[in-house]
C-alpha cells in the first residue's frame, strides 16, 4: 500500500516552461487537494477535486490546472512557470468526507528561475 | 474569509516544560485536525477532533477542541527534543469539505 505518491521530488524550470506535477493514489480515495507550502504561510489550497471528472479552484488557482481522469490521478500543471511559483507542492488524498483527514505525499520542491 | 490563526508561530521550550498551541479559526466547524511536519518532510496526521468537546492523547502531546470558541488547543506536557518540529492544525468548514491550514507553530525544544 503505497498511499499517495508524488513525482518528482525536486525539478528545476525556466521562467515560461511548463510541467507537470504526477500525483497518484491507491487508496481509493474520492477526494484529492494540491497545495503550495511557502515559508510563513502554511499551506495554501491551489485546486481540489472530489471524484474523476470533477474539479474545483481553491485559493491560488491562477497559473495552475487540473484533471482528473481516474480515481486513482491528479496531475497539477504549470502553464508557464514564474519566479513566483517557487515552492513546494503537496498533493493529499481523503475518504468520502474526509472523516479521517488527509493523507499527504512526499512533496515536491520546486524552482523556477 | 475563513481565517485560521495558530499562535505562537515560533515557540523555543526548554526540555521537561509545559506548553500550549492555540489554533483559532473564524468559521463554524466541527472537524480539526493536527499535523505534525519535520524538516523537509511531508506531514503526518496527529490527531482527528470530530465534536465539541472532543480530546485526544498521544504521549506528551494532547488536543481538545472547543467548536464554540472555534478554538483548539495543542498541550505539550514534559517537552523532549524528539517533538521539535512544525505542527499544522486544520479546519474543515460545516458548510463544505475543503480543509483550511493555519500557518504552523514551529516548535524547537532546548536541552
Known amino acids: 500500500n503505497a498511499g499517495v505518491t508524488q513525482t518528482p521530488k525536486f525539478q528545476v524550470l525556466k521562467t515560461g516552461q511548463s510541467m507537470t506535477l504526477q500525483c497518484a493514489q491507491d487508496?481509493?480515495?474520492?477526494?484529492m487537494s494540491w497545495y503550495r507550502q511557502d515559508p510563513g504561510m502554511g499551506l495554501r489550497l491551489i485546486h481540489y477535486s472530489v471524484g474523476a471528472g470533477i474539479t474545483d479552484q481553491g485559493e491560488v488557482p491562477n497559473g495552475y490546472n487540473v484533471s482528473r481522469s481516474t480515481t486513482e490521478d491528479f496531475p497539477l500543471r504549470l502553464l508557464s512557470a514564474a519566479p513566483s511559483q517557487t515552492s513546494v507542492y503537496f498533493c493529499?488524498?481523503?475518504?468520502?468526507?474526509?472523516?479521517?483527514?488527509?493523507?499527504f505525499g512526499s512533496g515536491t520542491r520546486l524552482t523556477v528561475v | 474569509e475563513l481565517k485560521v490563526e495558530q499562535n505562537p508561530l515560533f515557540l523555543s521550550m526548554q526540555e521537561g516544560k509545559n506548553y500550549t498551541i492555540y489554533c483559532n479559526y473564524s468559521t463554524t466547524s466541527d472537524r480539526l485536525y493536527w499535523y505534525r511536519q519535520d524538516p523537509g518532510k511531508s506531514l503526518e496526521s496527529l490527531f482527528v477532533?470530530?465534536?465539541?468537546?472532543a480530546v485526544k492523547q498521544e504521549g506528551r502531546l494532547m488536543a481538545s477542541l472547543d467548536t464554540k470558541a472555534r478554538l483548539s488547543t495543542l498541550h505539550i506536557t514534559a517537552a523532549v527534543h524528539d517533538l521539535s518540529a512544525t505542527y499544522f492544525c486544520a479546519v474543515v468548514p460545516n458548510t463544505g469539505n475543503q480543509f483550511y491550514f493555519g500557518t504552523g507553530t514551529s516548535l524547537t525544544v532546548i536541552p
Open positions: 493529499a488524498s481523503t475518504g468520502t468526507g474526509g472523516v479521517n483527514g488527509y493523507t
Open positions: 487508496m481509493n480515495h474520492e477526494y
Open positions: 477532533l470530530l465534536s465539541n468537546g
